[in-house]
T-cell receptor, first 118, second 112 residues
C-alpha cells in the first residue's frame, strides 16, 4: 500500500540552527500538508500546498517557516532559526487531486519527524 | 478559531467492553473524520463521514455524523488489546484547502 514517508524520524538540533524536514508524498497525490503535534497535545495544521504554492497557512507558520517542492517527489519544511518551542512531532500528509464537485479528500499521514531543539 | 471538544480525555476499560467517545463543535463541518494514533506513529484514518446523519462502520468501529453537522461519535465494540491508543476526531470544511482541524484526543487504556 502506498504511504507517505518522512525523514529523518528524529532530528536533534541546537536553538538557532536551520532544519529541513523531508517528506515523500504518495506518488499520484498533488495536495500536500504539514502538521505538528507538541508532546501530549493535539495535531495542529501548519500549511497546505498545491500547484507549487501555499494554499493556506496557520498563524503558527510564521516567517521562520517555509515549504518547497524541490523536485517531483520531495516536499520539505524548513525552519530557519529553530526555537525551543519548535520541539514537536511534524507530520506530512498528502491527498489526491479532486474530481467533480464532490470529492473525498482523504489525507494520508506519514509517521512523522520528531524535532528536538536543545 | 475553530475548536473541537472531544470527550472523554481518557478511558480505562476492560478487554471485551464497548467504548463510546464523542466530539462537538461550535461550527459546522462538512466532513467528520476519526483517526487513531499509536505511539511514535502518525494518525491513521479509521472512518470518514461526509453526510449529516450518516452512520458508517469499519469492522468493530461505528461512527455517526450528527444531524446538526456539529457533532460526531465513535463506538468500538468488544475492545481488544490492540485498540489501545489515542483516538482523534477531526473536521474539514471541504473547501479547496481542506485543512483538518483535530480534537485533543481520547486516550484509550485497556485493562487485562
Amino acid at each position: 500500500e502506498p504511504e507517505v514517508t518522512q525523514t529523518p524520524s528524529h532530528q536533534v538540533t541546537q536553538m538557532g540552527q536551520e532544519v529541513i524536514l523531508r517528506c515523500v508524498p504518495i506518488s499520484n497525490h498533488l495536495y500536500f500538508y504539514w502538521y505538528r503535534q507538541i508532546l501530549g497535545q493535539k495535531v495542529e495544521f501548519l500549511v497546505s500546498f498545491y500547484n507549487n504554492e501555499i494554499s493556506e497557512k496557520s498563524e503558527i507558520f510564521d516567517d521562520q517557516f517555509s515549504v518547497e517542492r524541490p523536485d517531483g517527489s520531495n516536499f520539505t519544511l524548513k525552519i530557519r532559526s529553530t526555537k525551543l518551542e519548535d520541539s514537536a512531532m511534524y507530520f506530512c500528509a498528502s491527498s489526491e487531486v479532486r474530481e467533480g464537485s464532490f470529492s473525498k479528500n482523504i489525507q494520508y499521514f506519514g509517521a512523522g519527524t520528531r524535532l528536538s531543539v536543545l | 478559531g475553530q475548536q473541537l471538544n472531544q470527550s472523554p480525555q481518557s478511558m480505562f476499560i476492560q478487554e471485551g467492553e464497548d467504548v463510546s467517545m464523542n466530539c462537538t463543535s461550535s461550527s459546522i463541518f462538512n466532513t467528520w473524520l476519526w483517526y487513531k494514533q499509536d505511539p511514535g506513529e502518525g494518525p491513521v484514518l479509521l472512518i470518514a463521514l461526509y453526510k449529516a446523519g450518516e452512520l458508517t462502520s469499519n469492522g468493530r468501529l461505528t461512527a455517526q455524523f450528527g444531524i446538526t453537522r456539529k457533532d460526531s461519535f465513535l463506538n468500538i465494540s468488544a475492545s481488544i488489546p490492540s485498540d489501545v491508543g489515542i483516538y482523534f476526531c477531526a473536521g474539514q470544511k471541504m473547501n479547496r484547502d481542506d485543512k483538518i482541524i483535530f480534537g485533543k484526543g481520547t486516550r484509550l487504556h485497556i485493562l487485562p
